[in-house]
């Protein structure tokens, strides 16, 4: 049973991306998603979006399971029972022909003679045991039959294999992402970061004749690198240097402006984004250019998190900004990659309203920033005088006026969009009356 409210489950309903990212991700990928949809759909539709996921795959006996769930029969039809002893058979030979190589190659002895050269290792491996390319691509092939079994351990061992020996650049690249699926699946992050490296580089540098083939490419190491940045400790920094890239930003403007959820998740989630740290060059330079995207793209995506950005840092309008906030509390417990960020996020969003009304006013009303951080009093209280004492902020709270006086000068974010709107106004009439004076010498 979900613990959401019908307005939360409206809220989560509403902005889940599941339809967004499925095109971009292997269906293998897109399970533990659907897994994490419970709280959102009944269970019989899950089980439906599971089948059907899985129907063409060699997972029979999870195949028919979940259609016992949709139908509430165990008749399973023929055709399922029947694909499963064909199934056993090809797992049977691919098993055999694969057997010679993979103990030759778990031999010490072929170990210790195999290097770095692929040319050598295969000619090395031809004259000594007889390896052909035929057996060669039939680890390719295993790996592929095992990943669509669903044994990830034995398809990443196969295709890492596999890619030591082929020399088939197609292949390699192929085998590289089912070894990056396998090892997201297995949770292995440290070796899913390796392997997305290493997509990165083939995306990044190789030649396309189609320049669409390459943004379709990046489009797909996007999605598929939320699984491993999100989980792990130093994923957020390595997701905004690769995201915040002139070519992946480019490819998320162009092709996919829902991954702006993540870009606003991860700079407000950083290190960067805490109350010690809102001056650092690093983290003003990637909030400048997140507003910048995020104002470039309100007509294309909008969701609470890019909302919360647009209301504080381009509306100046704090309500609206914790209205947001409110409702992106919602998106970051039922989005599958970012319920691990949630508390993270809250807390650095108060340090950043916080900023910026500081910046705006010089004198605050602890009744109102308490409002504009969704605190009661005596907690917005407590959380400003925290935020003064930890950064040393130059003001004072005078508990008899409830307010809390900035005693540094204060340049008015208001003051300078009244300036540069008189500047602009004065720029306007001036081309008016121009064009009014080369009318009448006209007339």
Same mark, same amino acid.
């Given at each position: 049973?979900?613990d ?6 409206d809220i989560?309903?509403?902005y889940?991306?599941?339809p967004?990212?499925i095109?971009?991700l292997?269906r ?9 949809l419970r709280?959102l759909?009944d ?6 979006l599971?089948? *059907?996921?899985f $129907?063409?795959?060699?997972? @029979?006996s999870f195949?028919?399971?979940q259609?016992k769930?949709?139908?509430g029969?165990d008749n399973?039809?023929?055709?399922? @029972?029947?694909?499963?002893?064909k199934i056993d /058979?090809i ?6 022909e694969t057997k010679?190589?993979?103990d ?5 002895e072929?170990?210790?003679?195999? $290097?770095?050269?692929k040319a050598?290792n295969?000619e090395?491996l031809e004259k000594?045991h007889?390896i ?8 390719y092939e ?6 669509n079994?669903?044994?990830?351990v034995m398809a990443?061992?196969?295709l890492?294999?596999?890619r ?5 650049? /197609?292949l390699?690249?192929?085998?590289t992402?089912?070894k990056l699926a396998?090892?997201? !699946?297995r ?6 970061l390796k392997?997305?490296s290493k997509?990165r580089e083939v995306?990044d540098?190789?030649?396309f004749?189609n320049?669409?083939?390459q943004?379709?490419q ?12 999100f989980?792990?400790e130093n994923?957020? /920094?390595q997701?905004l240097?690769?995201?915040f ?7 998320i403007?162009?092709?996919s402006?829902?991954i ?11 290190e960067?984004s805490n109350k010690n ?11 400048k *250019?997140l !507003? ?7 007509y294309?995506?909008r ?5 919360f950005i647009k209301a504080l840092y381009? *509306?100046?309008?704090?309500?609206e900004? #914790? ?7 919602? !998106? ?8 691990n960020i949630s508390d993270i996020?809250?807390? #650095?969003?108060r340090h950043? !309203?916080t900023?910026?009304?500081?910046r705006?006013?010089?004198?605050? #009303? ?6 504009n951080l969704n ?8 959380w400003i005088a ?8 130059d003001?004072?709270?005078n ?7 900035l ?12 300036e540069? @709107?008189?500047?602009?106004?004065f720029?306007?009439?001036?081309i008016?009356a ?10």
């Open positions: 049973m979900s959401l409210t019908s307005q939360e489950l989560a309903r509403k889940d991306l599941t967004k990212v095109p971009f292997d293998h990928l897109v399970y533990p998603i659907v897994e994490s709280d759909y269970d019989k539709a899950i089980a439906q599971t089948f *059907d996921l $129907k063409d795959t060699n997972m @029979t195949v028919k399971e259609w769930l949709i139908n029969s399973i039809p023929e055709e399922i @029972t029947a694909k499963e002893i /058979e797992f049977n030979k691919l098993n055999t010679e190589l993979l030759i190659l778990q031999s010490q072929v170990q210790d003679h195999l $290097k770095q050269d050598f295969r090395y000594s007889g052909t390319e035929d057996k060669i691509n039939a680890l295993f790996g592929q039959f095992q990943y079994r669903g044994d990830y990443s061992d196969l890492s294999n596999f030591v020996l082929s020399t088939n650049q /197609e390699v690249i192929s085998s992402w089912g396998s090892d997201i !699946i949770l292995d992050w440290e070796s899913s392997e997305l997509l995306v540098s190789r030649s004749s320049p669409l083939t943004l379709h990046r489009t797909w190491v996007i999605h598929w690198s939320l699984f491993p940045f989980n792990n994923g957020l /920094e997701l240097d690769l995201f890239s002139s070519s992946y930003l480019s490819t403007q162009a092709a402006p829902w702006l959820r993540y870009l606003v998740a991860a700079v407000v989630s950083s960067n740290n809102l001056s650092n060059p690093i983290f003003q330079k990637r909030l *250019d !507003i910048r995207v995020v104002g470039q793209e309100q294309e995506y969701d609470p998190l890019t909302d381009i *509306d100046y309008d704090f309500n900004a #914790n209205a947001k906030l409110n409702e992106a509390s919602v !998106i970051l417990k039922t989005d599958f990659f970012l319920s996020f809250i807390e #650095n969003s950043l !309203i900023e910026v009304y500081c705006v006013h010089q004198k605050i #009303n602890l009744n109102e920033i308490s409002k605190l009661s009093r005596d907690e917005g209280e407590k925290n935020l003064i004492r930890e950064t040393k902020m003001a004072k709270i508990e008899n006026e409830g307010t809390v006086i005693n540094h000068p204060v340049n008015s974010v208001y003051q300078q969009v009244i540069k @709107t008189k500047g602009l106004s720029k306007a009439n001036q008016l121009s064009a009014l004076q080369k009318q009448d010498s006209v007339q």
